[in-house]
Structure formats: C-alpha cells, structure tokens
C-alpha cells in the first residue's frame, strides 16, 4: 500500500485491527489511547498524518459508551492533525437499534451517534452487517455498508459438503428473512421463519415454526447474538418439532448477561460468529462457539476506498 495510508485502532478490538493490517500490508498506526485517573480518555498521534488518507478501526461494543468516545476523540485528533480523509471503520455500530421512535418521549440514538461522527470530523463510514439499513441515511456524508455473508456462506458451504446436505436455514424474525433469504438462494437450501413476540426489549417468545424443519439440519442465520434468549428458544423449539441439530450462524458476538450460561445449555450444537466483536475470555473458552475472521472483507474495503475502486463489486 502507498505510505499515504494510516490504519488507527482505539481499544475495542485490536486484535482485529492487526488482522486487517495484516491483509493490506500495512503496520497499526502509532497511536496511543490511555486514560487519565479521573477516567477521561487521552489520545496521542505518534506520526504525521498531515494530507494521509486515515482510516479508524473501532467497534463500537461493551463498554458502549468508553469506545464511541475513543472513537469520537480519535477522529477529532485526526483533524486537527490535518488528515486528508478520515474514515470511520466501525465492524460493529452500538446504538443501532434504536434506529426510531419505539415508543413516546424517547431519543433516535442511532441518528445521535451517527450526528455525534460527522462533527466529530468524519468524512466517510465503513460498517458491517448495521441492524437496521436505514441508519445509512442518518448520514450526510458516504456510508458503505458490508456485509459478513461472504464469510458465513464459506463456513455453510463446507458444513453441506462436509455430508450434511439435508440442511434449512431459518430467519429468527421477520426482520432477517432477507438476509437468510440471500444465502439459502446461494445454497439452493429451503427456508424457515420464525415467529415471535417481543413482550419488552431483550425478551421475546417463540410462538411457531413456519416451515418444514423435521429430519432436517436447521442453520439458524442473524445479525447479532445479544441476550441468547429468543435464539436458544427457536433451537429448542426447532429440535422440539423434529429436528436432527440445530447451528446458529451470526455476524456480531455481542453475549451480555448469561448469553453464554443459556448457549450452553441448549439445544444449539455450535453458534459460529465472526471477529466484530472480541469474545470475552469465557466467551474465549466455550466450547460450542466458534469465530470467523472478517478482516479480509474489511481491509479489502479499506484498499478499495483508498484507491477509489468500487466498493459493492465485493457481494456480487
């Protein structure tokens, strides 16, 4: 890559960060990101970046609020250090879904958050897999939404030939049949939908199966795996209607509260995630989980961008 180029990482996910690099032949960029002892974040660029194209790589996950504002700082520094472009490579956006007005006298914190980056000094996005597609409009300023399809479809393709052909993949939502749809038309698998109520945020019933899930192998596909509540209920209730296994297949690993204590006590046989999100350490050491590398995906979009090439030719 030409030395006009600089990949910045805050805290959130380093480890990816370094990957991404890795594909693009690229050092990390030296920055430091630390904390005062009162808690207030101090960022220091350790290299010129005056006329670079600078890219950020930061998700926005647990400690939610810690990372945006490393984020948000970071970009600042950028700035105000004269970088020619700043783009804000963001694998997993917190606050997506509150992407609307669900409910009387409550903020659109998606559309803060997005408010809160172009401000802040950002002049271009880069996300994947956002829980609700239209944030992209909460922008005034370019957005390239990726997808980890790609990444998902390769890990179905080898669980088909590894002699389960007898596979269906399910939608946990109305919402996802989309993109369940997407991948089960590259398979020439058949589809599944559940259906399910949300009584109150993170708690959600399994009410039916619609679609034929007995004697069959059930890839569950989603966006996110957050509380595991409404997942480990469908793989329950598929494996109840007849099921041979059930695999869950999503994109961010987000895992808050007991996700992990209720993975391992159902009926799931492995939930396959990717790298958006680092694990935890226990998340590290179960057994059923197992992750993917999206830092192809995403370095290929940072060359892409850099040389101004086209940017959906990757999910044609």
């Not at 990949?7 to 990101?33: K, M, R």
């Amino acid at each position: 890559m030409p030395n006009d180029i600089v990949v910045i990482s805050g805290n959130s996910n380093i480890g990816l960060a370094t990957e991404i690099c890795e594909t693009l032949w690229q050092p990390l960029g030296i920055a430091q990101v630390r904390r005062f002892s009162d808690g207030e974040i101090l960022v220091e660029l350790g290299e010129n970046v005056r006329g670079r194209d600078t890219f950020v790589i930061q998700s926005t996950c647990a400690p939610v609020n810690d990372n945006l504002m490393e984020l948000l700082l970071i970009i600042d520094a950028l700035k105000r250090a004269s970088a020619r472009r700043i783009t804000a490579v963001i694998p997993y956006y917190g606050y997506a879904r509150q992407d609307r007005k669900a409910a009387p006298r409550v903020p659109i914190s998606a559309k803060l958050v997005a408010d809160l980056l172009t401000a802040a000094g950002t002049t271009r996005v880069l996300a994947m897999d956002l829980h609700a597609g239209q944030i992209q409009g909460f922008f005034n300023i370019p957005v390239d939404h990726l997808f980890a399809a790609p990444v998902l479809l390769s890990f179905i393709k080898k669980y088909v030939e590894s002699g389960k052909e007898d596979v269906i993949l399910v939608s946990p939502d109305a919402g996802g049949v989309e993109r369940t749809r997407y991948l089960a038309k590259r398979l020439s698998a058949p589809l599944a939908i559940v259906d399910k109520r949300r009584d109150a945020p993170n708690i959600a019933k399994v009410m039916n199966i619609i679609g034929e899930v007995k004697g069959r192998r059930a890839l569950i596909i989603d966006d996110m795996v957050d509380t595991a509540g409404t997942l480990t209920q469908a793989a329950d209730f598929i494996m109840d209607l007849g099921a041979v296994e059930v695999v869950a297949c999503a994109t961010h690993a987000v895992f808050s509260g007991t996700a992990l204590d209720k993975i391992n006590n159902s009926a799931l046989v492995e939930v396959v995630v990717t790298n958006t999100i680092p694990l935890s350490a226990d998340g590290r050491n179960t057994a059923k989980i197992k992750v993917l590398s999206v830092a192809s995906i995403l370095g290929e979009a940072i060359r892409r961008i850099h040389q101004e090439d086209s940017i959906s030719s990757l999910f044609v």
